[in-house]
């Protein structure tokens, strides 16, 4: 295909491909404020039957839109202007139909106007041409392929044309809109590269017509999943069927095989909606083996509404876990984050949140690493977990880096990451992770952690030994830097108090801010030189008890932290985490450290201080007769 657009243009677009490199160089198309429906004379826009409308766009119900603006060159170009299409789970495997495009002015085009798909390496993988002057003049047009385009892997879906040009500007021939500012929703190209600018303008104004499987296609499968179940019990346990069919599915079909069992065959009623990747849920009953250890269950879907299955796999394997006990898992943020890092009051404020959610079962550790400067800070030796960036944090070491605040669904996502610590906590755990701490002197130099792990699912476990410090402030070097302050108002993190506080206007809308720290790690076993715990070796139901000793910060090389130590009353606690054979925190426990006496007198104790079980849990309410431990103390109440 030919190249196109200026001469700066494509010199801009051969230096790259990533929208912040190429923007800075390609001359900004020109915009105008011509309307598409000004009278409110457009039509709704639909998807035929059987399909749907997908873009970036949202322009389903709008009789009128006032945001939608034309953008192009006045001189004759060649145009290739686009949308990153996903391959997720809402498109996968559907096809691509046809497109939903605005169009200006069709006077202005010569040549036909065509509708392409192209994968990663800009290779055509379907096209549909009509001709421009049977397209509608500012309104939407709707062009169907003759062949559609299955979207098996990510895609770009573009419009195709060449102009004419015209010295005043008057007809643009693309719609975007600009205030839907979305990375890969306007792209140009040159049929070699594309350029984003999505982030810049706006996006455009195109959506898919996306059908999904034939009529007389049937094929389903049951998604795979990971369960701890007891020894000898019966279960009903629900596993989500994945059905794509071209009509309504009332009944399937399936077999069951429980471990080296013969498999039997069931029939079951169901209701799933016609089309691709529907979901369903069905109750299975199985009961589990006797003997403790791994077993897998078999279950394959071969009938649907009475017809064969075609789906390739069909059958699916999932893993169980029979044990003898089920165990409380308590999930672990390790945060990426420092005082001169001006986005991380977010992490803080996220630590907070899930702290008060899940106060028995969150554990979180604030890892100071971003700045050498910050008096919280301690070395990547001492702590060797990697950060491409910060704030960011790893829940569980399971998976990447994620947002602290946003977790795994990212910005703008309703989620937040408490939602990310609900799932962690809601699987049972592999092992059971106890421990008792105290100062080894009355200096409180060193602090002694007694552990115990009781392993419920054979493994080969590493126990790590961390220190972490709440209520830790000074002076100035204490005071967290902060961007919100200059970049939002309150009013823009509404739904968010603690966040509003550091913008403009609120209580800690401030360049740098005094805050109060909390789970700040302050010392690890990785940083002791010698006497590190070594990997054990665990059968089911076999427990392993150790030892080890940590050195608090000194006043020597860590003044103001030892200085913030002392004045918080020396509230530290004890965090031992179990990391598994596969890199992942099994489970892991928090307790206080217990002070000595002549440090209990004049220590800072209240009566709202947290209050702990022997076995390192948070308890709200204890029950008649527990031994609890608050201040470092133990009671029975």
Known sequence: MKQFYTLALAAALSLGVHAQDVKTVIPAPQQSARMLAPNGQMKKITAPAGMFL??????????????????????????????????????????????????????????????????????????????????????????????????DRPVTVCTHFTTVGN???????????????????????????????????????????????????FEATFEQKTEY??????????????ASCGQKVENIEYTIKVDNKPAETRTAEVAIAAGTHQKATLNVPFHSPAEAGDYMVTLEITKINGNGNIANEPSTISTFHNVSRIAKRRSVM??????????CPRGWVAMKHANEAYPEDFIGIAIHQYNSSDPMYIAYADYPLYFAGAPSCYLDRKGGAIDPYYGSKGFGSDGRIVNDIAEHISIPAAIEVSAVAEYVDGECSQ??????????????????????????TGGDSFKQGNYYYAKYTQADYAFDP?????????????????????????????????????????????????SYILDMPSEISQKNLYDAIVNNG??????????????????????PVSLPVGIQSISAETIDAPIYSLDGRRVLSPAQGSITIQNGKKSIK
């Open 334 to 343: 390790e945060e990426y984050t420092g005082t001169l890092c001006g986005w």
């Open 447 to 472: 602090v002694k952690v007694n552990a115990t792990l009781d392993a419920i699912v054979a493994d080969t476990y590493e126990p790590i030994f961390v220190l972490t410090a709440d209520q830790l």
């Open 54 to 151: 997908w873009g970036y766009y949202n322009g389903k119900d709008m009789n009128e839109n006032p945001n939608l603006e034309t953008i192009g060159y006045g001189e004759p170009d060649e145009y290739y202007i686009g949308i990153n299409v996903p391959c997720n789970d809402d498109l996968r495997d559907n096809k691509i139909k046809g497109v939903v495009v605005a169009v200006d002015d069709n006077s202005c085009m010569t040549g036909d106007y065509s509708v392409e798909v192209y994968n990663a390496s800009m290779q055509l993988l379907g096209s549909q041409s009509v001709k421009p002057s049977t397209l509608k003049n500012k309104d939407f047009n709707c062009i169907m392929f003759d062949e559609p385009v299955t979207i």
């Open 498 to 546: 603690d966040l509003a506080a550091f913008c403009e206007g609120g209580d800690l809308g401030e360049k740098f801010v005094s805050i109060i720290f909390d789970d700040v790690a302050i010392a690890t076993s990785y940083q002791q030189a010698v006497n590190i715990p070594e990997n054990v070796n665990l059968s089911a139901d076999e427990k392993y008890e150790v």
């Open 570 to 591: 020396y509230k530290v606690n004890a965090i031992v985490l179990a990391i598994a054979g596969d890199g992942t925190i099994a489970n892991a426990c928090k307790v």
């Open 229 to 242: 179940t007891l020894l000898d019990t019966d279960y009903n346990l629900d596993f989500t069927i994945d």
């Open 167 to 217: 010295s005043d500007a008057a007809c643009y021939p693309a719609y975007y809109d600009r205030t839907n500012w979305v990375s890969n929703s306007f792209l140009f190209g040159n049929g070699y590269v594309w350029a984003d600018y999505g982030s810049q303008f706006g996006c455009y104004a195109m959506m898919l017509i996306v059908g999904g499987v034939d009529v007389n296609e």
